[in-house]
């Protein structure tokens, strides 16, 4: 993607406290100090991925600053993505960038902190915290360097304006990603997980496992091995942690296990190992064994297959998304064979769309309907939301929003409702 850190973080509480807060004037000029302060990039996991969408400044120790005298141009942020591993001579990596970004916003937060709104938006170049290797098929995440400059003297409600000298860049804050805690398992896998609040009142929890794409495994041989893009290339995890996912699953656990290569490398091995981080959390944690789901896209929609053809008694319920079940190259033998999937008898939820040209509707998700007993199939047309349409193979975006729905029972509350 030991011991685990939970990084629950608050947007406005500072990346630290700010060093050498002195005024212009004499007393500045006399102690030699020149006012610094720190910033935060704050991210919001888009259904096209992770993108800063904000800039915090921490200036709580400069005063009381007038809002009214700040404009988008008082600052001047300019942003720099670059690779965290070296790419090969005439190898490809998407969405570097090196520009400007555009300040639609300068305001205060509740803390007196200086907050600047960024633009942002799906498609949208210059924004993004992940990059794709071409030769690779993997995301990483982005070195990113921001640089903050002040154009005009912030008018303070006491005392003369102040003019900030020195920014210092500080963490970059995910409140969604952040909710999530890190983990080792004994194999070594990496994954994440989200924990219901605990209520003395409530007895054992679903538990949901995640499983991610092939653009969102690791080392393919590297060693990078992150834990990070699980949750920033995607709402796939997101999704089932917002309050509104919580309240149907009456508060689950979301496990999000990353792969340290690619679940179709080798998903026979890999299936023990996932099912080994399942059985730690059933035992550690007050995780519901009879409500255990599993959901994947793309690669992972594949590997949930594996997973009910491996364990057949395991899962309440099964939503392989835009699965692969065909090798895509066309050559070698199925990676889920007729057989298999006649026998899976975990109630299944397929989805998919006809314009998916990375995983060929027709021989893997349909194919695999027509074959898994009394299973549903949701198969869109096209990849749309808010009115932006995404490439075909992203329907994940539809389960991530609790979308499909089928004689009026939408995806989620027909998941919750399964027992195993």
Known sequence: MSTSVTRRTVLAGGAGAAIGLALPGPAAHAGGRHPSVSFTLDATTLDGGEQV????????RLGPIDAAG?????????????????????????????????????????QGNIVLDLSHGEGQLGGGTLGYILSKGRNVRLDLVYTITQNTPLARRHGPPVTITDFVQRRLSNPEVDAFSHHVSGSGMKYRLYSPKRSPHRGRRPLILWLHGAGEGASLPDGYYDNETTLRANRGALGFATPQAQRIFSDAYVVAPQSTSYWMEDGPRFAPLIRDIVGDLVRRERVDADRIYVVGCSNGGYMSLEMTVAYPDLFAASVPICGVVEPLDGQGPPLVTDAELAAIHTPTWLVTSLDDDTVPPETNTVH??????????????????????????????YVARNDPSLDGTHIWQWMSRRHR
């Open 53 to 60: 969408t904000s800039v915090t400044l921490d200036t709580r």
């Open 70 to 110: 700040l404009h988008p141009g008082t600052f001047t942020v300019h942003a720099r993505a670059t690779s965290p591993i070296p790419i090969a001579p005439g190898d490809v990596i998407f969405s570097e960038y090196d520009l400007d970004r555009t300040v639609t916003a300068a305001r205060l937060d509740r």
């Open 368 to 397: 695999a309907h027509d074959l898994i007993p009394g299973s549903l199939l949701t198969l869109y047309d096209q990849v749309v939301w808010n009115g932006y349409r995404f490439p075909g193979h992203f329907s994940w975006i």
